[in-house]
């Protein structure tokens, strides 16, 4: 299965950019890049998710290396509310093989914030 | 839409005890799964299910039973509760598998003891 590496914690100041990195040295030519994030108690939630070329949404931006070894999530104005734990997860195909593909979480990143 | 729902929120049993943790999403998505999250860790994939009638095993199914009868409804039985199933529990749903986002339910938080 395709690994990624993450760092175990990163800080920011509230309204600056955040880059939180990625290294995924082995992954595959179909293998899709995710990016979920867990607030406090809860669950977590979809953040962004890309192949190859990089990609934005309301919540953040996802930039993808030339060589997809690698890919950083940026968040363009960091909030309080944005303190969490970012996963970086590749997709692994299940043993029911074809389409069907599950999601291995990692330990992650724990962003905070500071006011 | 509710999307996805957990019931019970917290649960505590005493070891041997068997229980079922259900999960329900009102979105008609075709894949289900359940994974369980122990303190200062990530989530690991317990069971999933790519549809009615097809499930297959995570990363740490043992001590868990599942089944899919219904697209909406995918319980997780504990056959004989053991204090290392000590954990939060989280259901998520989505369309399809990998390409696709999940969706978390807010989870069940069980003790045993």
């Known amino acids: 299965d395709a690994k990624t590496t993450q760092p175990n914690s990163m800080e920011s100041n509230e309204e600056e950019p955040v880059h939180l990195p990625c290294n995924h040295s082995?992954?595959?030519?179909?293998?899709?890049i995710h990016w979920y994030r867990q607030l406090p108690s809860q669950g977590p939630e979809y953040v962004i998710h890309?192949?190859?070329s990089n990609v934005n949404n309301r919540m953040a931006s996802l930039a993808i290396a030339e060589d997809r070894k690698s890919s950083t999530l940026i968040l363009h104005r960091a909030t309080l509310r944005d303190a969490a734990v970012y996963y970086c997860?590749?997709?692994?195909?299940?043993?029911?093989?074809?389409?069907?593909?599950?999601?291995?979480f990692g330990k992650g990143t724990l962003l905070t914030v500071n006011p | 839409n509710a999307g996805v729902t957990q019931t019970p929120k917290f649960q505590v049993l005493k070891t041997g005890q068997s229980m079922t943790l259900q999960c329900a999403q009102d979105?008609?998505?075709?894949?289900m799964s359940w994974y369980r999250q122990d303190p200062g860790m990530g989530l690991r994939l317990i069971h999933y299910?790519?549809?009615?009638?097809?499930?297959d095993q995570g990363e740490v199914p043992n001590g868990y039973n599942v089944s899919r009868s219904t697209t909406e409804d995918f319980p997780l039985r504990l056959l004989s509760a053991a204090p290392s199933q000590t954990s939060v529990y989280f259901c998520?749903?989505?369309?399809?598998?990998?390409?696709?986002?999940?969706?978390f339910g807010p989870g069940t938080r069980l003790t045993v003891t």
């Open positions: 082995t992954i595959s030519g179909t293998d899709y």
């Open positions: 890309g192949l190859t």
């Open positions: 997860i590749l997709r692994d195909e299940g043993n029911s093989g074809g389409s069907n593909y599950k999601l291995t």
């Open positions: 979105m008609n998505h075709e894949y």
């Open positions: 998520a749903s989505s369309y399809r598998g990998g390409d696709y986002e999940q969706y």
């Open positions: 299910s790519v549809g009615a009638d097809i499930t």
